[in-house]
């Protein structure tokens, strides 16, 4: 009976105790599905082991936790799909944000822009509630978080986030909205340097040439361009938990049709809800490999995922209810290609639920290779996507209680 009780112990130690996650070199794609293959099932049990039964298996790796504002760093190993290994600010000190003041160029300490610049890692989060309304892009350096749990922070009404040639980003918890353009001007993106900034997009947030990047729980919606924008042989991407509404050109992965450095861009889009006044772009993807997960798609008046280049799609586990308008039931849409070109593009459905006349336009020979390697975990059933996005967008959570 000792021996069990022993061996019991030392199982759920091994269990709790973080292993060391270290920000990773970008893997050939190839390289990825190995990796994703051996844990895939091991890292699943284990989240299974310490849920709180949600289903969702970054939420029940900390929102079980009550002391989470005490130990808010621990939220760096509940990531999954191709964005896992971002680590953030999780090496670094915390820095609290308490002016939502802004200047482009000399920002004071305290604010978001002096914190998201530093070389050195910084888990950043903020004092209280607050509305942040940048001058220019938000250009922020390697290994940082932005954690706005908590509180309730909005950036919105002028430039927002961008993501360029940096690592190790995770941005959590916030509300991005109303984003405008930005450029012309000077902006700092480090304590030594600042440059001149031609005209921006105006996205929610724009990742250029960056990598191992998670957003989780933040609600977006009506900017000017896109809400979430991966270019420039971007990858290593997570887009999880998200709740996105109002919006036209929602998602944009993969540069132009000519930029084929994007074949080698992985990115997993799980358990976002795409609420009501979405156009398109759920996303729109080029060249590389597409994990599109246990989502809820509500309505889209236009398409869900589209595409050109032939990038690889995999669709599981999603909830796809089209609108009433018989124009607009299918989920799929073709970019820049005839049939005889896209009718060799892997894209597949598997585990989809589909509401309201909506359906899916399958492609491809369905090789296993291609769809391995846009393969980043296990999909639930579809029948769970409620459950799973039930908390979608950014949390209002309470100090001292469970998220």
């Known amino acids: ?43 699943r049990r284990n989240l299974a082991f310490l849920s709180c039964g949600t289903g969702n298996p970054i939420d029940d790796c900390w929102r079980c936790d009550a002391n989470w504002e005490k130990n808010r760093k621990n939220l760096a190993e509940c990531s999954i799909g191709f964005g896992k290994h971002a680590i953030g600010g999780r090496d670094g000190k915390i820095y609290v944000v308490t002016d939502p003041g802004d200047h482009a160029v000399n920002p004071k300490p305290g604010t978001l822009r002096y914190g ?14 607050m509305v942040i309304k940048l001058k220019q892009e938000l250009m922020m350096n390697s290994f940082k978080t932005i954690d706005g749990r908590g509180v309730s922070v909005h950036i919105a009404g002028g430039p927002c986030i961008t993501i360029q040639y940096v690592s190790n980003i995770i941005i959590h918890g916030i509300n991005i909205h109303d984003c405008k ?11 030594t340097h600042y440059g001149w900034r031609t005209l921006s ?41 998200n709740f996105l509404t109002h919006h036209n050109k929602v998602m944009l992965l993969g540069h132009s049709d000519t930029f084929t450095r994007d074949k080698n861009m992985q990115v997993t889009i799980a358990f ?11 996303p729109r993807c080029r060249y590389g490999y597409f994990h599109v997960v246990n989502n809820d798609y509500t309505q889209w008046q236009m398409y869900a995922i589209g595409g050109s280049s032939a990038p690889t799609i995999n669709s599981q586990g999603n909830r796809f209810f089209a609108s009433n308008d018989h124009t607009f039931k299918e989920v ?8 005889s070109q896209w009718k ?36 639930k059933p579809s029948s769970l996507v409620s459950s799973l996005t039930a908390s979608a967008g950014s949390l209002r959570c309470r100090k001292g209680s469970r998220c």
Request: hydrophobic share 40%.
């Open 344 to 379: 060799s593009w892997n894209w597949r459905s598997t585990g989809d639920l589909m509401l309201n006349g909506a359906f899916f336009t399958a492609s491809g020979a369905g090789a296993s290779s291609s769809y391995a390697r846009a393969s980043s975990l296990a999909a």
């Open 181 to 191: 353009q930005g450029g012309n001007a000077y902006v700092r993106d480090s304590p």
């Open 116 to 129: 998201v610049i530093q070389e050195e890692p910084l888990w950043i989060i903020f004092q209280r509630d």
């Open 201 to 241: 997009d105006g996205d929610g947030i724009s990742i250029f040439g960056g990598s191992h990047v998670w957003v989780d729980h933040c609600s977006l919606s009506n900017c000017r361009d896109g809400l979430i924008d991966a270019i420039h042989g971007s990858t290593a991407i997570t887009i999880s938990n």
């Open 1 to 43: 009976m000792e021996i069990l009780i022993l061996l019991s112990f030392m199982l759920l130690f091994l269990l709790l105790v973080p292993s060391c996650i270290c920000s990773s070199p970008l893997q050939d794609p190839e390289l990825v599905v190995e990796d994703v293959q051996k844990s895939i099932n091991a890292s």
């Open 272 to 282: 976002n809800h795409f609420g009501e006044g979405l156009v398109q772009r759920m």
């Open 332 to 339: 799929t849409k073709r970019e820049n290609a005839a049939q």
